[in-house]
């Protein structure tokens, strides 16, 4: 069975770098078909698509967030990892890893101005 799991700060000042990592066990990142993906829900707002990366390793990112996102993968560990820049207020949300079909369980970022 394939899991997820989300881990990183709970707590980000604005102007940083939030990083967060999703582990990944029942298949390889590498291998298997999947897209893994992050996905965000802010308060009282509905999902938005991050980014993902393919098991090729090339990513692709949401146009909106695309000058402030990178998601890399160590492929050692079995996980996938998402950087964002320059983090605002607005950033705060649920955030989620998945391959579109299996989801972690998200972990609830806040960024402090």
């Known amino acids: 069975q394939v899991q997820l799991q989300e881990s990183g700060p709970g707590l980000v000042k604005s102007s940083q770098t939030l990083s967060l990592t999703c582990s990944v066990s029942g298949t390889s990142i590498t291998t298997s078909q999947y897209y893994w993906q992050w996905v965000r829900q802010p308060p009282g707002k509905g999902l938005e698509w991050i980014g993902f990366i393919a098991n090729s390793g090339s990513a692709f990112y949401s146009p909106s967030l695309k000058t402030r996102t990178a998601i890399t993968r160590d492929t050692s560990q079995n996980q996938f990892t998402l950087q964002l820049n320059s983090v605002i207020p607005e950033d705060t949300a649920v955030y989620y890893c998945?391959?579109?079909?299996?989801w972690g369980r998200g972990t609830q970022v806040t960024v402090s101005s």
């Open positions: 998945t391959n579109g079909l299996e």
